[in-house]
């Protein structure tokens, strides 16, 4: 039993949204995400997916992109990214949801020994920072803290964003510093893409393992994050 993640699947197929725009590793990504997927990740695992699974901006038209995930090997927690618009209230979504999905709000899934928290996160304060987006940190910092504070019994916290957790420049943020004030062990995001390496956080900062797994990033596979309820080796995600 191992633990996966994966993030900005940008599935469409109840919209026109095509990726391949965006370059020509993104044609066909949907079929390239399937088969990588069914080749690495068994019914028995469990995919964190950290947000802008689908294009859609009702629920109705993201049914189809959740019907493609939920039909795909594992268990899902699901985050909520900055372009789900389609994602509204948990009781509907519950509802709408394929069995093997479980939506991540506020609370905290115990998942192979591990407490799975997290939030959607924003833009980082900066000197430009708007009042509105001030406002929009602060409802997600609070957010993060209350599925941290979630967190019940034995287990290290292992955290999923969407936004990124703090900015390389800096190597701080206040949302490295819930992280750290709660003891988490991992972090998983997404929301970047075609960035260079070095750019983002990745790897060990602060002892807290950080992953980027935006999907273009990853080779368009969920990476593996722990096996057998330990944390995976460098070798056995690629």
């Not at 191992?2 to 109840?14: E, Y």
């Not at 070095?198 to 080779?219: N, T």
């Amino acid at each position: 039993m191992s633990l996966f993640a994966v993030s900005d699947l940008h599935l469409g197929f109840a919209v026109d949204k095509p990726m391949d725009r965006f370059g020509p590793e993104w044609v066909g990504h949907a079929e390239k995400l399937a088969a990588r997927w069914r080749e690495r990740v068994r019914d028995t695992d469990t995919v964190l997916v950290c947000g802008d699974t689908s294009w859609a901006m009702r629920l109705d038209e993201a049914r189809p992109d959740l019907e493609f995930v939920g039909a795909l090997p594992g268990r899902k927690i699901l985050l909520k990214g900055n372009h789900d618009y389609w994602w509204g209230s948990l009781r509907k979504l519950r509802q709408a949801l394929p069995p093997s999905i479980v939506p991540l709000q506020k609370d905290c899934i115990a998942v192979e020994g591990w407490q799975v928290c997290g939030s959607r996160g924003w833009l980082l304060p900066s000197p430009e920072t708007t009042p509105e987006d001030a406002g929009i940190f602060a409802r997600e910092l609070g957010r993060l803290r209350l599925s941290l504070q979630a967190a019940r019994g034995e287990g290290p916290r292992l955290a999923m964003l969407h936004y990124p957790p703090y900015a390389v420049a800096t190597g701080s943020s206040p949302v490295l510093d819930l992280l750290l004030e709660f003891g988490v062990r991992l972090c998983v995001y997404g929301h970047l893409h075609a960035v260079p390496p070095g750019s983002y956080p990745e790897g060990m900062h602060r002892g807290i393992e950080f992953h980027c797994v935006s999907l273009d990033l990853v080779d368009f596979a969920p990476r593996c994050l722990v096996t057998g309820g330990a944390v995976a080796s460098p070798r056995s995600r690629e």
